[in-house]
Every structure is written in structure tokens, then in C-alpha cells.
């Protein structure tokens, strides 16, 4: 594995390190903040953030995504400790920016994006999580708190040896009725946690 790791960088008012992994094809972002000994003693706040131009640069309303980013960021802004670590390559579940959009004339038409993704063949979430367990591994990191509502993400960390003594859920109080929807099919379809 390929790292460069220790920039600083400023965000949303915090002082955080950025680093960046790659092993073939997969990379990674890491924003992180705290020392080798917090990593390794603590119950580190951690979120695993699948990559999502479209709400996070292009600002589509049809997801998320960006509001669980944002929410994590300041999580960990307020934390002595933490690691965001953000993967590219999970763009429309693990299904590629392309299918991803594919799937948007679907969900235009009343599908969920689960459905929409199995209805062009493609399985409703490809995503895996080892190479952020190995990145969570390198930092020396054992134990975790965990921002998330997927309790596949929980399921995986666990699997790949962490410990999650901790769920911290990213609580999204957002009018918007398409988000609203989208919480709803998450449960439904994932058991997503959404409170």
C-alpha cells in the first residue's frame, strides 16, 4: 500500500492531516486528526464516507450524502480524536458515476435506488469496506466509535477485526421530502438506522 500522509489542512474551521492511500486500483482520502497513542488507546470517532460528487460538489438534493459528510466533519471537529476516511471508488454504491446516473431516469420514475440499480443488473450495493479497515489498521487504530446509520458498515469493521464499541448515528433533520424518501427506503431496504 502507497500512502502520503500529514498535510495539514483547514476545514470547516478545524485544523485536521490530510493523507492519501492507494493499492492497485483503490484510493482513499483521510482527513484525521489526533496523535499515534489516540488512535491506538482510543474509542476513535471514525467515519467510512462513500464518495458522492453529485450531492457533494454539484449539490443534487436526491441524496445524503453531503449532509452525512458534513455532519461527520463537525463530529470530529469537536472530538480530540478522529479519522474520516473518504473512498472515491464507492460512487453510486460501488456501481461507478456512470450507472450511477443510469439509475437517476429510474429513480425519476418512482423506483428506489436500490431497485434502480438491480433493474439495470447492477447489485444495489457493491461496496466494500477492507481497504478502509486496513487503512484504520495502518493508523494502529483497534477500537472505533462509528458515525453511521449502516449497520453493513458496523457488520464489516467488525468482521474485518475492530472493535465498534459505539454507533454514533448521523441524525439528518432535513425537510427536503425527497431526503425524507430516501431515509425511509434506506431502512426499508438496508435497515439503515435513521435516528
Not at 464516507?49 to 469537536?78: P, Y
Not at 440499480?117 to 479497515?133: C, N, P, Q, T, W
Not at 441524525?171 to 439503515?192: A, C, D, G, S, Y
Request: net charge neutral.
Amino acid at each position: 500500500m502507497k500512502k502520503i500522509i500529514g498535510i495539514p489542512v483547514s476545514l470547516h474551521g478545524g485544523e485536521f492531516l490530510c493523507a492519501s492511500f492507494k493499492e492497485n486500483e483503490e484510493e482513499a482520502l483521510c482527513i484525521y486528526k489526533g496523535t499515534p497513542e489516540d488512535f491506538a488507546n482510543g474509542d476513535l470517532m471514525v467515519r467510512i464516507h462513500s464518495g458522492c460528487v453529485t450531492s457533494e460538489v454539484f449539490g443534487m438534493e436526491n441524496c445524503d450524502c453531503k449532509w452525512q459528510l458534513d455532519r461527520a466533519i463537525e463530529i470530529i471537529t469537536l472530538s480530540t480524536a478522529g479519522i474520516i476516511i473518504y473512498l472515491p471508488g464507492h460512487e453510486g454504491k460501488g456501481n461507478g458515476l456512470f450507472n450511477k446516473i443510469r439509475s437517476f431516469e429510474l429513480q425519476n420514475l418512482g423506483l428506489r435506488s436500490a431497485d434502480a440499480y438491480e433493474m439495470i443488473g447492477l447489485s444495489s450495493d457493491a461496496r466494500k469496506f477492507d481497504f478502509a479497515i486496513k487503512i484504520l489498521k495502518d493508523f494502529g487504530v483497534k477500537c472505533i466509535k462509528l458515525i453511521t446509520n449502516s449497520p453493513t458498515k458496523i457488520a464489516a469493521c467488525v468482521h474485518g477485526g475492530l472493535v465498534v464499541s459505539e454507533r454514533i448515528p448521523v441524525v439528518i433533520n432535513n425537510p427536503n421530502k425527497t431526503i425524507r424518501q430516501l431515509l425511509e427506503n434506506k431502512r426499508q431496504h438496508f435497515n439503515h438506522f435513521i435516528y
